[in-house]
């Protein structure tokens, strides 16, 4: 079989169709692998609609994929075909998610361990990438491992998460955690209570209280705040969390900053703003990044790390259009959407 079924993007905002086409021959260092899992993200329903991150149409999207290797690219050591991996996907034709086979490279891919099932694999790229680059890459902090000497290392250090229910929230909660940071505090919908206290938040703020309680809703929690993660990054937020920042703090959010150069740094405080992206290709995160799927599959496996909530969609590359459509419509709270290249 020379040929696999693909989810195209026509044009620029346009409609989703499946298609027949190639399936690519793994290069130097690359596997190929056959996709029984891709998760959405909301920065698919915002490529589709604002016309970024595309070179060309009819393209191909999706940036988490779950399945088996099936070739191997010369110089490949780290995997064999059969096995069982997950990997962040690429915009392109030949590295999306959205199809039924896909390239991978092999230093961004990890083998999923007997624990976790494809749906649950699929939901860890990106969403784990995205704060782990803030934490290990942007912040400098020690990875929790053994080795480097890091789990646990914070012990003590407050830390803020902005959007805690949000695929990278949760992930960032589970970080933090690893990392030993406490307490860990969070805004969610109260609903979400429970789940996010077993990932590892000490604290639960109500994402619907007005913004100006925010300051004194973490006051009553700590009076100092070094790190702040903003999984949501409304402007207006950004500059609350940033108040609320110790001087010398680092904030870290998930779309560029929007507090004015002139606030930053009128009075000196030292405190640091950036953005965090998860996209594999930026320069100057893929070493740190191989590390982390190097690692990635014990922490599965021993539950340093979890998988999110999901659901599968129906209809397998058909269902993904009405997926989108529900995150972008904000109808999505806690959970990540599923859908199986091959039904």
Known sequence: MSTQRSLLLQGPQGAFVVRDRPIPEPGPGEILVKIYA?????????????N???????AILGLDGAGDVVKIGEGVSNFVPGDKVFFPGVYDSKGATWQQYALADAEFAAKIPSNISYDQATTIPTGLTTPYNAFYQGWGLTLPTK??????????TPILVIGGSSAVGQFAIQLAKASGF???ITTSSLKHTDHLKSF???HILNRHNPLSTLAGDVAKITSTLPYAYDAVALPDAQQAVYDLLSDGGKLATVLPPR?????R?????GKVVHQVQAMRTIPGQEEKLAEGYRNWTEWLQTGLIKPQPLEVLPNGLNGIADGLQRLEDDKISGIKLVAHPWD
């Open 182 to 184: 406490s307490p860990i």
């Open 259 to 263: 507090i004015p150069n002139s606030i």
């Open 38 to 50: 891709a998760a959405l993200n909301p920065i698919d329903w915002k490529v589709r609609k604002y």
């Open 52 to 58: 970024v991150h595309l070179s060309s149409y009819p």
């Open 147 to 156: 080795s480097a000497g890091g789990l646990g290392k914070y012990a003590g």
């Open 200 to 202: 590892g938040a000490t």
């Open 265 to 269: 740094t009128k009075e000196g405080d």
